[in-house]
């Protein structure tokens, strides 16, 4: 394995805001090591033995929370899990003395996930041991957003070293590429996480959503707005769908999910209609028949399996360079 | 008798905004220049002379919106270390919203507050009772009975009375007591689940905004209902434009509204919150930097009447958490004056006059309270104020029981030295070394005199 180990500069990876197009570039470029390392028949590395890495979510989580532990362990690291079902946080601590309690036990890294937008960073500010972002309420996923951003670099191929290690380069990965982002985008960590980090690499992005879920101050974040799906996809390079929370119907944010899916689901008839047959990206669990149909998720415009492996090489990668030995 | 020589004396009802000299014992005895004390004094006074070179003096400010958290939060706060940071940071009579555990809706109540208020020997407390039972929106509690008993307005604030009808009843009723009844302008229905001001801020840091018209809705609402049918209206911590052109226009149709803004909401905005930073997290939310250009406007051409702090004491636990988590409220007492002085004052957006005028002559005027100037005959609450005094904000300094304010650890100048409540000096703002000394000095000659008499020294 060749990566370069020098200075990561961050103790604590919060969001995509925190991170430059070279920090970006830098992680991919180890989760390109690490993903032929995931390819070995033997999987395991011996680089992180004796370090420890604490799994704290107080929000169901099955896929990011199994990648991260996978990661870990992949690494040679330990795994200490806490979950709501399972630990005093359900009875009655705070969020800062179950953090403080993982402090008090060594660990070298904190993954959390939690219902609260600040949560991660309100951590941060008081622990010693680094910590992960594993989705802060409807603040940021930075983790998704790295991996989405990875697939599609991989998949448009520019991850080559001299795509990645050429000076000044890394914010034009994306560069001329369009990228659509649809569903619930108020209420989405993932839509906000990636609408940063796809900027950041040079990329062009479109939200699309009916204005309940993409109400007009969402143009804070600097991309195309439209509320008309074939409109949006209009020579897009890839389209990310976003899990519709059928709760959110309940609090009337959409009148009914038949509707939702008629205005907002993605089929194949539609992709092949947009003009570039843009690439599926969904970060899961997905709502087959509503944001996307079930014959678009299986056929090769998807990437969606594609992303499950490079969440985990670049989380492999993040924890490596958060927790290597300089 | 204290006589205060040539401070900067500033009382708006009396149009003094000067050099000039103040004599007082419980009541204001003289306002003019070259006072002579001795020309006053009796057998049963001394007179303490205070050169106030470099003060500025006026009329006790009064703090038509406080939450003094007794009974039931009194980790929080308690009536007598609320009522002496009160004190402290120049109020010398405050009004305690009835939010408390239980709410403040029954004529025991309404008595143990005030009289809680009296023993603190701090700022006068005066009770603001529920306008329905237990805050429910529903029932009105017993006005006039209350009203008897001592309560000065009536207010559901920390809620929004939700129901139209019960609104439109309770202006009304309350027209039997004459008080103003206090609305706290929330619906609920648009308001909830959030936790600061809707906007681009809000989309950014991924916290579930709370729309402008929350407030604006309501406001409007209360507007027409006092239209309708009369009562004396008063909206609290105005937070928004549309809430300010509401107010404006209903002050234009003749219909009896006033209105006040909170000091935070006229120095910070939305875009001063970042996700850790639960000491700004306030209801109503921090407004946009536009909305908080418009209070201040409409601040200085009195639309809004007055100013108020929303004093909200809160644990450090409570605000020790994720932001959304954490409860609304800002610990104001000890650091509004200063804030204001520091941000509106010194910058010339506020004069000193129009300060005292928001700050204690409108608040006394509509709440029909005894301070509010300077008038000979007026119970002495009076402030001594240093704008160059300066404290760094931190528990060596700090008399209220929480400390959720954002000035925590910061150097601000413009405080308080001396505060008088009704002619008696309070030890909690004490900072002006000469009021210090010629107040030792007066008890050590007081006591010499019981010595020689043999008497007991009479308790003040």
């Known amino acids: ?326 | 008798m204290w006589l205060i020589k040539k401070a900067h004396v500033v009382d708006p009802a009396q149009g003094i905004d000067g050099i000039c000299d103040v004599l007082f014992d419980e009541f204001i005895l003289a306002v003019g220049q070259d006072l002579n004390g001795e020309d006053f004094l009796d057998s049963s006074h001394r007179l303490s002379v205070i050169e106030a070179d470099g003060k500025y003096l006026f009329p006790g400010l009064i703090d038509v919106h406080a939450h003094l958290r007794e009974p039931g939060r009194e980790d929080k706060e308690d009536i007598t270390s609320g009522a002496k940071a009160a004190v402290r940071g120049g109020f010398t009579t405050v009004l305690a919203m009835a939010n408390t555990q239980p709410v403040i809706d029954n004529r025991g109540l309404v008595e143990y507050v005030m009289s809680r208020g009296e023993q603190a020997q701090g700022a006068r407390v005066l009770p603001v009772a529920a306008v329905t039972m237990d805050l429910k929106g529903d029932a009105l509690v017993n006005m006039a009975e209350l009203h008897k008993a001592g309560a000065v307005a009536f207010s559901d604030d920390g809620r929004g009375v939700q129901r139209a009808q019960t609104m439109l009843l309770a202006l009304q009723y309350a027209q039997l007591t004459g008080c103003p009844l206090i609305s706290h302008c929330e619906d609920e229905s648009l308001a909830k689940g959030g936790c600061m001001r809707r906007g681009f801020r809000s989309a950014r840091l991924g916290l579930t905004g709370i729309p402008a018209a929350a407030e604006s809705v309501m406001a409007a609402r209360d507007i027409l209902l006092a239209q309708e049918n009369g009562g004396k209206l008063h909206l609290a911590h105005l937070s928004t434009a549309a809430a300010v052109a509401a107010l404006r226009w209903g002050k234009q149709q003749g219909i009896d509204v006033t209105g006040e803004v909170n000091p935070h909401h006229l120095i910070f905005s939305d875009d001063d919150i970042g996700l850790t930073q639960t000491c700004l997290k306030v209801n109503p939310p921090l407004p946009s930097a536009e909305d908080r250009g418009v209070l201040l406007t409409a601040l200085v051409d009195g639309t809004i009447d007055m100013l108020a702090t929303d004093h909200a004491p809160h644990t450090w636990e409570e605000k020790a958490r994720p932001f959304p988590e954490a409860p609304f409220g800002i610990n104001g007492f000890e650091t509004a004056l200063a804030a204001v002085w520091m941000s509106l004052v010194e910058p010339g957006k506020l004069s000193v006059s129009q300060l005292v005028r928001a700050w204690s002559l409108n608040p006394a005027r509509r709440f029909g309270l005894a301070g509010g100037s300077l008038h000979v005959d007026k119970p002495a609450d009076i402030v001594l104020f240093d704008p160059k005094h300066t404290e760094t904000i931190g528990q060596d300094v700090w008399l209220s029981k929480s400390t959720n304010t954002p000035y925590w650890d910061k150097e601000m100048h413009g405080f308080p030295t001396a505060v008088w409540v009704g002619g008696s000096l309070r030890d909690a703002a004490l900072r002006d070394a000469a009021v210090r000394d010629a107040a030792i000095q007066d008890a050590a000659i007081q006591d010499a005199a019981i010595q020689q008499t043999g008497r007991e020294r009479p308790s003040c």
Not at chain 1, 18 to 46: G, Y
Not at chain 1, 135 to 149: I, R, S, V, Y
């Open chain 1, 1 to 326: 394995m060749d990566v370069n180990t020098e200075s990561w500069q961050h103790k604590d990876l919060l969001g995509i805001a925190q991170l430059s197009p070279w920090d970006i570039a830098r992680i991919f470029e180890t989760a390109v090591s690490m993903k032929e390392i995931l390819n070995r028949p033997i999987k395991k590395l011996p680089t992180l033995r004796g370090k420890s890495v604490a799994m704290l979510f107080y929000e169901a989580s099955t896929r990011t929370r199994v990648s991260f532990e996978t990661a870990v362990k992949t690494l040679g690291a330990d795994v200490g899990s806490f979950s709501v079902s399972t630990s005093s946080v359900n009875k009655g601590e705070s969020l800062l003395d179950t953090a403080k309690t993982l402090d008090a036990m060594k660990f070298d890294l904190i993954v959390i996930r939690h219902t609260s937008s600040g949560a991660s960073e309100f951590l941060a500010q008081n622990l010693r041991a680094g910590v992960i972002n594993a989705g802060d309420g409807q603040h940021e996923h930075p983790t998704q957003a790295l991996l989405d951003a990875f697939t599609l670099c991989e998949k448009f191929g520019v991850l080559g070293t001299k795509h990645l290690q050429e000076p000044a380069y890394p914010d034009r990965l994306l560069t001329g590429r369009k990228i659509v982002i649809v569903g619930d985008i108020l209420h989405s960590r993932v839509a906000r996480s990636n609408a940063l980090c796809l900027q950041r690499l040079g990329a062009q992005v479109t939200f699309v959503g009916p204005p309940t879920l993409l109400p007009p101050e969402m143009a804070c974040w600097n991309v195309g707005i439209s509320h008309d799906l074939d409109a949006g996809l209009d020579g897009a390079d890839a389209v990310m769908a976003l899990r519709l929370q059928l709760e959110r119907q309940k609090s009337g944010l959409f009148p009914s999910v038949r509707e939702y899916a008629e205005l907002y689901g993605l089929t194949l008839d539609r992709l092949r209609r947009s003009g570039r047959e843009p690439l599926l990206l969904h970060p899961g669990p997905m709502n087959r028949g509503v944001e996307v149909d079930s014959e678009l998720a299986d056929s090769l415009y998807s990437v969606i399996e594609e992303q499950v492996t490079n969440g985990l090489a670049v989380r492999m990668a993040l924890i490596y360079l958060m927790s290597a030995p300089l």
